[in-house]
């Protein structure tokens, strides 16, 4: 009941909780579970529980690319954007083709307003996984802010074509006069 599929946050926090104190757990199996109730910490929005579980699990096993990258989200919702670079950066280099750090890396550097580094690590995540419509939206917002609205609508409509919805993607589709 500790894994994070199916199961109330709640829940996997209370069994998460009883497998690290149970003192049955040792290495991977306890940052397993770590991982997991930060997981849930996170689906709540309890961003400093989610990174102090993390924290424990990367102490545990270092090599936890994805871990890295939940925590740097973590840190990114908390808008501790350094801090969130830094995990993402050791996720991409612990798996360089790792895509889904570079679209949150992406994320950040748009948000900071470093709108080329945003679209290079945006290209490079379309690159490793070229049907991910959210990185296309991603990029869009980015190409909209630095005012190339032409390659911004290109990759809105890409990101619906690709299956990807959202009220604010849907917002720029109408502003482009590509839906009504």
């Not at 083709?97 to 945006?122: H, L, M, P, T, W």
Request: include cysteine; aromatic fraction near 12%.
């Amino acid at each position: 009941m500790c894994g994070f599929g199916g199961f109330h946050p709640d829940i996997r926090i209370v069994a998460c909780t009883r497998n690290i104190q149970s003192g049955r757990f040792i290495g991977p199996n306890l940052a397993k579970a770590f991982t997991n109730r930060g997981i849930a910490y996170k689906s709540k929005g309890l961003w400093d529980k989610a990174i102090a579980d993390y924290d424990e699990a990367i102490r545990l096993i270092p090599e936890l690319v994805f871990v890295f990258n939940n925590r740097g989200n973590a840190y990114y919702h908390k808008g501790h954007f350094d801090r969130a670079i830094e995990d993402f950066d050791e996720a991409i280099r612990l798996m360089p083709e790792f895509s889904q750090a570079f679209g949150n890396r992406g994320n950040v550097y748009r948000i900071k307003g470093r709108f080329d580094q945003a679209i290079r690590d945006y290209d490079k995540a379309i690159h490793l996984n070229p049907d991910d419509g959210q990185v296309f939206a991603d990029r869009g917002l980015a190409y909209e802010k630095k005012g190339d609205k032409t390659q911004a609508l290109r990759d809105f409509k890409r990101a619906h074509a690709l299956g990807f919805s959202h009220p604010l993607l849907m917002k720029k589709l109408r502003e482009g006069g590509e839906i009504l």
